[in-house]
């Protein structure tokens, strides 16, 4: 039996690439799942950060993203005050496989006498002390040379997630057994099948294992990926990560390695989790009212039975619906039946086809100084409201092809255009031609709010250049 040992050294990798599309219109690409508040006031990211801490310390933590949602996860990590926390980013989305592949190119060096754990940013957890107590497990396990997955023991006969179906036990008190195969999403009646046999685990997306051994088996069963990854440990190819990314296969962890090799475990872990995969988990997760219908936001309700309403800003009036999510945001409207829940992925693929906004991003965008709101737009001009936080200020920047008009609705700004510095107070207003350097900046306590009117023949937000900036950027990790 193996000794349990509680001190080998865990870095926690954090999968934070995707953006949830099955969870629009909340989640967009620019604004994705992981930085939603759908559980409280934290976001799934910071969730997730907070419930590994008690094991990992922060400069043991990275989040693996991508370059357009760097900025935002700095925001998520910094607002806790976790900058020790690393952020590897990505130049585009290659799947899981190349984001775990990533991590242990970079890892192997540093952990010599520990073991890497993959998280994904999006999941739900109860039961922390579980999770916890798994880790110590699993690190056994993955210390001594296993590739280990985390199982979770069905409660019903789900379609939506993946199955392991665990082989002989590896220890006495069955917490750990090898892997006997993986199975992919069944249909209903196999996962009924599954519930009942008692040898299934929910596939949970959590792994555990030394970067070597990871390695070892992606240049067995990944040689392509390997080859290119390997590309980043000797800086005399001189092949930029984003070459290297380019010529990437795009293929999951899970497909790639762990249903090929051998030396699998799965440690059986209750932990109260849920991948809140679609909008149909919010049905499992929030409280419902007499006819079982969750409500969140301004909702106004008669004789419906068993559905999701989630109101923004807007009041939702809804009469006699059954099985339907309703989901309702500034820009956006969706109603589907709750068994195709799965469907609004496709729904996306469609909107990103049409090149439609709403799919790209919301009409308020957070940013590390305040906020802005886009109230309208046309041919030729568009209309924002932002707010600058109190002592925070924009980018020292220059836009080449639009002007901008600043009013000032109230608190007052000091303003930098060109060599000009002066302050504006309410009811006031500044011009900024084009290719002029400026700055908008709030030096008081209360919070700034002007309406900004741009116009020009191009006005989306890569008409940038920034001079200074005193922000994280991804250039800047």
């Not at 899970?254 to 149909?280: F, Q, R, S, Y």
Request: glycine share 8%.
């Amino acid at each position: 039996m193996m000794n349990m040992h509680n001190n080998i050294p865990i870095y926690g990798v954090i999968l934070a690439g995707g953006w949830g599309t099955r969870f629009w219109p909340l989640s967009r690409s620019q604004y994705p799942k992981q930085v939603l508040r759908l559980l409280g006031s934290e976001s799934m990211l910071q969730s997730t950060v907070k419930r590994l801490l008690p094991r990992i310390p922060p400069e043991r933590l990275a989040v693996v993203t991508n370059a357009s949602q760097a900025e935002l996860i700095h925001q998520e990590l910094h607002r806790k005050g976790w900058d020790g926390v690393r952020i590897w980013v990505e130049p585009q989305g290659r799947n899981t496989a190349a984001a775990v592949g990533l991590a242990a190119v970079t890892l192997e060096e540093e952990v010599r006498e520990g073991i890497m754990a993959v998280f994904p940013a999006d999941h739900f957890i109860r039961d922390q002390a579980s999770l916890l107590r798994g880790l110590d497990v699993g690190a056994n396990w993955a210390q001594a040379g296993c590739l280990v997955t985390f199982g979770i023991p069905p409660t019903r006969p789900e379609t939506g997630y993946g199955y392991i179906k665990q082989g002989a036990p590896l220890d006495d008190q069955g917490r750990a057994c090898r892997v006997a195969r993986f199975i992919e999403k069944p249909p209903l009646a196999q996962a009924q099948e599954f519930l009942a046999d008692g040898c299934y685990s929910w596939n949970s997306g959590i792994f555990l294992f030394r970067p070597d051994v990871v390695l070892d088996a992606c240049s067995r069963y990944l040689p392509d990926l390997c080859r290119e990854l390997d590309r980043m440990r000797h800086p005399e190819n001189q092949a930029s990560l984003e070459e290297i990314y380019q010529r990437l296969p795009s293929i999951s962890f899970d497909h790639g390695i762990l249903e090929k090799a051998e030396n699998v475990v799965v440690v059986p872990v209750e932990m109260g989790w849920n991948d809140v995969g679609t909008w149909e988990a919010l049905h499992d997760l929030f409280p419902r009212d007499g006819r079982g219908n969750v409500k969140e936001g301004r909702v106004l309700d008669q004789h419906s039975q068993e559905c999701i309403f989630w109101a923004q800003n807007r009041l939702v009036a809804t009469i006699g619906l059954e099985n339907t999510i309703v989901v309702d945001t500034p820009d956006a409207t969706l109603v589907c039946h709750r068994d195709r829940a799965q469907e609004v992925k496709d729904l996306v693929t469609e909107l990103h086809r049409q090149q439609l906004v709403e799919s790209v991003h919301h009409t308020t965008v957070e940013r590390p100084w305040g906020r802005y709101t886009v109230t309208d737009e046309g041919p030729g001009f568009k209309v924002k409201r932002i707010v600058v936080d109190s002592g925070k200020k924009l980018s020292l920047q220059v836009h080449q092809r639009r002007a901008e008009h600043w009013v000032v609705v109230s608190g007052t700004a000091q303003v930098t255009v060109g060599q000009e510095l002066r302050l504006v107070s309410s009811n006031q207003s500044v011009y900024i031609p084009p290719k002029t350097p400026h700055r908008l900046e709030n030096p008081t306590i209360e919070p700034l709010q002007i309406v900004e009117v741009q116009t020009g023949d191009y006005l989306e937000e890569d008409d940038i250049m920034r001079l200074d900036d005193d922000y994280w950027h991804p250039d800047k990790a």
